[in-house]
């Protein structure tokens, strides 16, 4: 288990000091901000991972689980503790898979781990820039932006500082 956690702390940290919309920087091009999803996505399945792992251990301290030698018993007390993990993997991927960088001449997005979605958004086209949030994200200070062009409307959810990205860029786009 502590081996997951520190494969896990490797990889954000590597894909978090460099990023892929690094590489596509122009020359004279600065990042003003940069943002991912707030790890707030993470905490609910951390929880239920948490709660299943007390079930788990106080059902064997009680002995309501028996000697665990009937496979059938095993994989009905194992299987929530699996099913958080799975569900924590796939939220640590969609954290991972998620940045928005403003630079002094353009919005750049990226989405996806496998298969890679980037936009490019020079900010002379940008006509608009929404902000929503929750209770919690506002208590958290995450949300959702939308920033719209002439040709489109571009959503990222559950971003960190959200407010701040819409400010940066409205500050950019008027020089």
Sequence with gaps: MLAFFVALSNILRYTINMSYLDKHLQPGENILIRTRRSAIILVDTIFFAILALVFLVGFYYFGWLGDLSNLLRAC???????????????DIISFI????????????????FKALSVIEIPLGQ????????SIFG?????GMITISTASGQFDYEKIRKPLEIQRTINQARLG
């Excluded at 898979?97 to 996806?112: A, P, S, Y």
């Excluded at 506002?138 to 995450?142: G, L, N």
């Design 76 to 90: 009905i007390a194992f299987a929530p503790l699996l099913v958080c993990l799975l569900l924590l993997l796939l």
């Design 126 to 133: 940008i006509t608009n820039t929404e902000v929503g949030q």
């Design 138 to 142: 506002r208590v958290f200070d995450y």
């Design 97 to 112: 898979e998620l940045e928005l960088i403003v630079t002094n001449k353009r919005v750049l997005g990226k989405k996806g």
